[in-house]
């Protein structure tokens, strides 16, 4: 099993920065990629980035030039730095580890952090 743990969530103006972390911990052998997603009210969960072990990122078109995803050098923390928020990200963030173990790929979600953005 692998535990995240999330921290940064809050409360900013539009246009403020925020920054969340995600550190994992237990069976972190076989992770290959971190990254986030969120869900805001009456809407599905969505990719906002990800970040692969070869070094691949990914973004949603939405956060493009605001966002960015980045690990450290152990691999087993990922961080989401927002900058120029808007109203529309408003959501809780969750943080999401993918494992490669016995062939198959198993997704770990994090307990969710609430990211309010006021205009």
């Known amino acids: 099993q692998v535990q995240l743990v999330e921290s940064g969530g809050g409360l900013v103006q539009a246009g403020g920065s925020l920054r969340l972390s995600c550190a994992a911990s237990g069976s972190i052998f076989g992770i290959n990629a971190m990254g986030w997603y969120r869900q805001a009210p009456g809407k599905q969960r969505e990719l906002v980035a990800t970040n692969t072990n070869t070094g691949r990122r990914n973004y949603a078109d939405s956060v493009k030039g605001r966002f960015t995803i980045a690990r450290n050098n152990a691999g087993n923390t990922v961080y989401l730095q927002m900058n120029s928020l808007k109203p529309e990200d408003t959501a809780v963030y969750y943080c999401?580890?993918?494992?490669?173990?016995?062939?198959?790929?198993?997704?770990?979600w994090g307990q969710g952090t609430q990211v309010t953005v006021s205009s």
């Open positions: 999401n580890v993918k494992r490669l173990f016995g062939g198959a790929t198993y997704d770990y």
